[in-house]
């Protein structure tokens, strides 16, 4: 079974500043996609970025980027100009695609962002 | 706007109660989810479907079961609610891809009080 670990449960950064939240995983597919959500406290969880594991390019939206080292099973999330709004749960979420996505997103415990303003 | 529609935002039940949360989509995607998320836990899955009538157990099925008689429509069943079943409690879907994003969309929660 795969597994996502979240190592930091609480990160803060001062506001215009770059913080990184970690992520590694495990597992013995070659196929797969992972994935940064964003929860803030309205509940709805939204969707940051992902990463196709056969890309070797790093994915990029906006402020967000990550880091992608598929032979380490590493993939972290960098926010550059940290803003008020960044400030919320961020899970990090793998997708195996030999199902079709059909079973699921499997997730880490999340990382609580604080902004300082 | 696509959207997973959570019937209750909150809900409180006493123990032993039956509880049905219910959950719609309107993006015609086959794939439905049922999670739950607690503090230091994360998300975990509880049950799956992959079609109508379809159902598949997840990480923690334990004291729960699911139906599924639309498309549109999965429910999650507490048959006899107990206090360690207080959560919150999320929906989603998805289409059916491979080899390309499956759209995951979630709906806005139910939090779930068993007193």
């Known amino acids: 079974a795969q597994t996502v670990t979240q190592s930091q449960p609480e990160m803060s950064v001062q506001e215009a500043e770059t913080v990184t939240l970690s992520c590694t995983y495990d597992?013995?597919?070659?196929?797969?996609?992972l994935f940064w959500y964003k929860q803030p406290p309205s509940r709805q969880m939204i969707l940051v970025i992902r990463?196709?594991?056969?890309?070797?390019q790093n994915a990029t939206e906006n402020r967000f980027s990550v880091n992608f080292q598929k032979a380490a099973k590493s993939f972290s999330l960098k926010i550059s100009d940290s803003q008020l709004g960044d400030a919320a749960m961020y899970f990090c979420a793998y997708r195996s695609d030999s199902g079709g996505g059909a079973d699921g997103l499997t997730f880490g415990k999340g990382t609580h962002l604080i902004i300082q303003p | 706007d696509v959207k997973v529609t959570q019937s209750s935002r909150y809900l409180v039940k006493r123990t032993g109660e039956k509880v049905f949360l219910e959950c719609v989509q309107d993006?015609?995607?086959?794939?439905m989810f049922w999670y739950r998320q607690d503090p230091g836990l994360g998300l975990r899955l509880i049950y799956f479907?992959?079609?109508?009538?379809?159902?598949e157990k997840g990480d923690i099925p334990e004291g729960y079961s699911v139906s599924r008689e639309k498309k549109e429509r999965f429910s999650l069943i507490l048959e006899s609610a107990s206090t360690n079943q207080t959560s919150m409690y999320l929906c989603?879907?998805?289409?059916?891809?491979?080899?390309?994003?499956?759209?995951?969309?979630f709906g806005s929660g139910t939090r779930l009080t068993v007193v």
């Open positions: 479907s992959y079609d109508v009538k379809m159902k």
């Open positions: 990463q196709e594991a056969y890309k070797q």
């Open positions: 597992t013995s597919e070659s196929d797969y996609y």
């Open positions: 993006m015609d995607h086959e794939n």
């Open positions: 989603a879907s998805s289409y059916h891809s491979r080899g390309q994003e499956a759209g995951y969309t």
